[in-house]
């Protein structure tokens, strides 16, 4: 049985942090995807990824149903998520992008010819439609 993930556009109702945190990104990233496809910059998707062994990343933008971007949602680890690398390897996915609800950060990696982020989400979704 595939699992699926519910967010609610009303993310600020919800209590626990790390969860309202993954839906308020959730809430601006369906915007911007919704905003390109309505201006015609793509067949673009947002979904998440999850295998058998539980290893997840939180968002995957896809452009013609190839993965362009992963991102994930943290509080505040500044060390990127294995998760993360693990995926944009296995995938081949040009950039991976780790949000964090701290501020004042903004760390840009390279490894194995792909592009890593650790940036402060509100730096970062200020830059989205």
Known sequence: ?????AYLYDWAEIEELPVRFENFIASH???AVKT??????????LCYIRDR???????????RNRPVCLIEAKLSDEYCSKNLLYYQAKLDTPVAIQLLHKSGIEKR??????????????KWLAALP
Request: proline fraction near 0%; glycine fraction near 6%.
């Open 109 to 122: 990696m390279r490894k194995n010819g792909r592009i890593q982020w650790i940036v402060s989400a509100d």
């Open 53 to 63: 062994e539980k290893r997840e990343v939180d968002f995957v933008i896809l452009e």
């Open 36 to 45: 390109w496809r309505s201006l015609g910059d793509g067949d673009i998707a």
């Open 1 to 5: 049985m595939k699992e699926s993930k």
């Open 29 to 31: 990233l369906l915007k």
